[in-house]
């Protein structure tokens, strides 16, 4: 098992880090059942952290990309109506 860069979860789109998330929940299951994986499931807790965070993230920029626009749209309607 190695580690997920965040880099790397960049690089993929939301379905396959749907998928990746879904992969390393079920990994996380299989480590806590197992009696030696609390390092692992350490490192897969941090995984799916990552993976939740950029997707946060990018939620975030869309909805931040369509405030901006909207706001421009709206000062240019004021300019254009003086």
Known sequence: MTTLKTK???KMDKEERKKKLDEMK????KANASKSGASK???IRRII???LTLNNQDGKQEV???FIKDERDKNAEVVKNK
Do not use: G, M, Y
């Open 49 to 51: 952290a990552r993976i």
């Open 8 to 10: 790397d979860i960049r």
């Open 64 to 66: 931040s990309r369509s």
């Open 41 to 43: 499931a350490k490192t």
């Open 26 to 29: 079920f990994e996380l299951v």
